[in-house]
Nanobody
Framework: QVQLVESGGGLVQAGGSLRLSCAASGRTFSNYAMGWFRQAPGKEREFVAAISWSGGNTYYADSVKGRFTISRDNAKNTVYLQMNSLKPEDTAVYYC????????????????WGQGTQVTVSS
């Protein structure tokens, strides 16, 4: 089993930066591709970024490309989401997820989910 715990969310002004962390425990972390999703109130959960088990492949939603960077440190069992140039429309609960079959961009493909961390961007 895999347990995921997100941290690093908070309140930030537009144009600012935050770094989210997702700490994994349980089964071998390095064998899982990882993703970040977000969900705003009243909206469906949407894909943000994903990274392969090796870190060699990454994908980003068009809305965050050039502003967000996903990375992982398998020695620390942690995946990160560096968020720069934040906008009010980035406000959402951000979820970390793990998938054993390979890098993916659809929520239904993921096997494990964290509890989420709130990111609020003020104008």
């Amino acid at each position: 089993q895999v347990q995921l715990v997100e941290s690093g969310g908070g309140l930030v002004q537009a144009g600012g930066s935050l770094r989210l962390s997702c700490a994994a425990s349980g089964r071998t972390f390095s064998n899982y591709a990882m993703g970040w999703f977000r969900q705003a109130p009243g909206k469906e959960r949407e894909f943000v970024a994903a990274i392969s088990w090796s870190g060699g492949n990454t994908y980003y939603a068009d809305s965050v490309k050039g502003r967000f960077t996903i990375s992982r440190d398998n020695a620390k069992n942690t995946v990160y989401l560096q968020m720069n140039s934040l906008k009010p429309e980035d406000t959402a609960v951000y979820y970390c997820a793990a998938v054993v079959t390979g890098i993916a961009r659809l929520s239904y493909e993921y096997d494990y989910w964290g509890q989420g961390t709130q990111v609020t961007v003020s104008s």
